[in-house]
């Protein structure tokens, strides 16, 4: 029975609530507005700080904590398929040759290369290094590992050009290439160049993913799926001060809010896959610092499929390009740290051209529609739930392309279906989707552009510009490559479009307890923790 | 006869496993997307697709799949993850384990703040104390699991500090440490479990109340407070027991979500990415340990009743 007094005490009680949640969320603004303030003052002293802190030598000791996303899908490295697998695996393998935070290649495992003729490639190995289980690194075992990176078990493409490894010596090793082939060194930067311990591979067979073996900073201890992966400092390793820390967790954290919760409580020490609008609200935690490189590799794109109308009308295409006013969509959607793309490449990449740019123009887009011929211009753009910028993107771009004319149907799905839909079963006019780096412009070609790639579901492409990706992937002079690949770029997002059209980079944000020194982010967003520190 | 009612109820178990895991079976292979496709990701070609799916049998028909899985599911073999490899068996057991500890922590929580609400409830009706219990349980069947999860971890973890906002200790390890990472979660998901039992044993604790054997014992010089904790309480339990065992298969359920939210390694998260992965394998053993569990769950309700009213037989 519900009497007055009842509903009187009650009615009380629900006001008391509502003045609470509105009392503790207007002091959250408040407080949010001041410490932004504040860290936009600190954020200007910051390069100072970190230059600083850098100058200190590093301290040895103590264990790094690292807040990721997800679980690995594999650390053998011919059965690992993500690119979310690599900061995991840096650890444990060394690779041939590698990258700085730049993407500029550096010597690894291999000291030295040299390309005596345009299909042969000769590898000087480091002597003296050995693998976590005792056994020595040399030619024998990169030839063991180039051959099982092409053989049937592996899932890896990108060495296909190399017909046969022939040991000089026991520290030398020659590459021949059916076909010149100059994206293969910087392969070697990734996947196909970590070096598994062939001893260990043998022995271990099918067990050997869940206890890796490499040459590697890092040994392999412990793993828990989705929860827990447990490295210790390998203490022969090659690099005489490195690693600094004596562990290195990863904890796998799948809500960007735990991530950051666990970060601001000190659970963990590094957050990774952090979104730009959480950025403000991480500033005003204490002892909290943000790294971010310097160019990001990622990107949203509209992906279509060329053999389908109305994307197999040029003009159209050309006219969807225009029509997308990428400012508004990176002002909206980055909270300005993300950059407009008019390219496959970020605007700073060796392969791109400064001089590229799509300018937004719905009148040229309004024209380009009408000279295109298509009558009650339409597609359907299909959306993974799991991306962090949908549906926000998708409905930007839609209302744009509705300005001149075009109609766009979004189709929401699981993230797998959704790529399933459009690339293995080629039945989705266009997607919304996300693209990852490569560290050589030719593997993202062959990821992306070429006819033949997965990714490229209406096969499109003209003869000129096959020839054009061949002869860029030809020669490793580096500048020609560079006025090659400018030419590609302006086919590939002006001329034809083919396949993908670029609209902005992706941010890639890590954040860090500011006593972690040494970590340095990439373009590709593939951390590496091998030269991490901790100031006590 | 209580021999007779468990073997009744074992040859049930039979058919709805069958069922259950055939569904959960063909679901999985029917809704969009691959699990080949989701293994290879960046590194998919036609070729390799089509060479996987022969590899792990997938082009086969649904049933001849199901029927080779069932055969081996019969000799103890769950089969290996489809992406880790690992054997199904250890992967579910070993979270297992992470979540039972969470849910049996949860279910002690609803019980014991539940009775205690309940008790007070009735002890001092229209009472502020009564309002507040009612309160508290409107509060905790109104708001969602994994919001009450975040304020619990603003308050007690970003402001306070005592307790972690992640992870998971087992109890075995650490006891001290198992306490402290499992309070947090533990709340939130027994909060729903602690309002259903206030008011469904106050609904019922008022009822018997009103019964003649309680207003004997009254009439036998007894106090309220001995009426209620001897006499009602065992009584009003009763229809209580089934309400708790429910809450503990939900709050399995449950798990899915607060586990995800506060980073534990349990079978919550294993059926999650199983799903997103399309790892049926895993899913497979997953639902099939679950099932086996509600059913456990549901025999020691059944004889829970049994010890609590002897007059009930089977």
Redesign the interface.
Known sequence: MFTFK?GL??SL?LLLILLFTVGCSESNESSNNQDKNDTEAEENTEDGDTEKAEAKAPQAGGEVVV?VAG?F??LDPILS???DDYPFVWGIYDTLVTYNSDLEIQPGLAESWEFPDDTSIVLQLKKGVKFHDGTDFDAEAVKFNIERANS?DS???DLRHVEEVEIIDTHTVKLHLSVPDASILLALTERPGLIASPAAIEKDG?EF??NPVGTGPFKFVSH?????LVYEKNEDYWKEEEPYIDKLIF?????E??RI??L??G??DIIAGISPFSVDSLETAENIKLEMPNSSHRSKAIVFNASMPPFDNLKFRQAVTHAIDRDIIVDTLTNGYGEPLYQIFPNDFWAADPDLKIEYDPEKAKQLLEESGVEDPSFTMLISQ?DFYEPMFTDIITEQLAKIGITVETET?????A???M??EKESQAMSSGT?GKPDPHLLME?WVIADS?FNAGEQTTPEFDELIVAANSTNDQAERAKLYHEINRKQALDEVVNIIPVMSVPIIYVLNDKVHGFTANGLGKSNFNSIWIEE | MFTKYLLRRLIYVIPTLLITTFVVFSLILLIPGDPVVALLGENATPEKIAQLQEQMGLNKPIIIQYGDWLLNAVQGDLGRSLFTGEPVFDAVIGRLGVTLQLVVISTIISVSFGMLFAVISVYFPNNLLDYLARFVSIVGASFPNFWIAMLLVILFSLHLGWFPSTGFTNITDNPGGFLKTVMLPAISLGAIGIAVITRHLRSSLLEVMESDYVRTAYSKGNSRWKAIFSHGLRNAMLPVVTTIGIGFGNAIGGTVVIETIFAIPGVGQLAVNAILQRDFMILQGVILILIMLVIIINFITDIIYAILDPRIEY
Not at chain 1, 251 to 255: I, T
Not at chain 1, 413 to 417: K, V
């Open positions: 009842k005490i009650f009680m807040g679980d899908i594999n398929t993500s690119g049937e899932v890896i493409p099918e993913q869940r828990v799926p989705n929860g827990e904890k796998v954290m799948q809500q809010t735990t919760n666990a601001k409580s659970e963990v799991q799905m699981e993230g797998t279906a790529y399933q839909k690339w293995a990852a990821i997965f």
